[in-house]
């Protein structure tokens, strides 16, 4: 079958690091994606790897490891407007995403 | 502003009334998806579209359906609603099957409460 695990939540002060780790089990995998959702409102995209590796995009970076079946997303320099939750989602051989529950992150000054 | 439009955004109903939720993308993407959130859990796949014309059964179904009649529009409809299906329903789209961009974009959600 196909599982994910990631925090329920996590909290950080303002101006450090997070990271965010997502832990999968797959048959099949086609990409590991990132998404940003803040309190009552949709989700939106911030990541997508195939490939093992970082990605990184601006304050927000991105890693993947397929033999691990790991994720992690750093965020850096954290400002108060990250406060949200950050949902790792696979997708598995037939293109279909799985999400994980999502990590409600808090940002204290 | 490009994007997807859902409505409506709130709306309580009584148990056993038929419920739809309408969903219209002006991005000319082939692939819409339905899904739902509930509190602890990841969003759950309920149907899918990979092409006008075309749909599919996702993760959880049953007491759902679907209809693309063409590329902008995916309505979802509740036969009968129950208590069960008090979420918040999310549609999206993306520009391929493969997601070889990506990237899927999504409603601003409909918050259903079933009574």
């Known amino acids: 079958g196909q599982n994910i695990d990631q925090p329920t939540e996590m909290t950080a002060t303002e101006g450090a690091i997070v990271q965010i780790n997502c832990t999968y089990q797959t048959s099949g995998f086609n990409g590991l994606f990132w998404y940003q959702q803040h309190a009552g409102e949709a989700p939106t995209f911030l990541s997508y790897?195939?490939l093992d590796g970082l990605e990184e995009k601006g304050r927000f970076s991105s890693f993947l490891s397929r033999s691990k079946g790991y994720s992690y997303l750093l965020l850096k320099e954290l400002q108060m407007k990250d406060s949200a939750s950050y949902l790792c989602a696979l997708m598995d051989s037939n293109y279909q995403l799985i999400w994980g529950a999502g990590t409600k992150l808090i940002i204290k000054p | 502003i490009a994007g997807i439009t859902q409505a409506p955004t709130s709306q309580i109903l009584a148990a056993g009334r038929r419920m739809t939720l309408r969903c219209t993308q002006d991005m000319r993407h082939n692939a819409m998806y339905w899904y739902r959130q509930d509190l602890g859990l990841g969003l759950r796949l309920i149907h899918y579209?990979?092409?006008?014309?075309?749909?599919g059964k996702g993760e959880v179904p049953d007491g759902y359906s679907v209809s693309r009649a063409n590329t902008d529009d995916f309505p979802l409809t509740l036969a009968s609603a129950v208590p069960s299906q008090t979420s918040v329903y999310f549609c999206a789209s993306s520009d391929s099957v493969d997601f070889n961009t990506g990237e899927l974009f999504f409603g601003e959600g409909s918050r259903l409460t079933v009574l």
């Open positions: 579209s990979n092409t006008a014309g075309t749909t």
């Open positions: 790897n195939v």
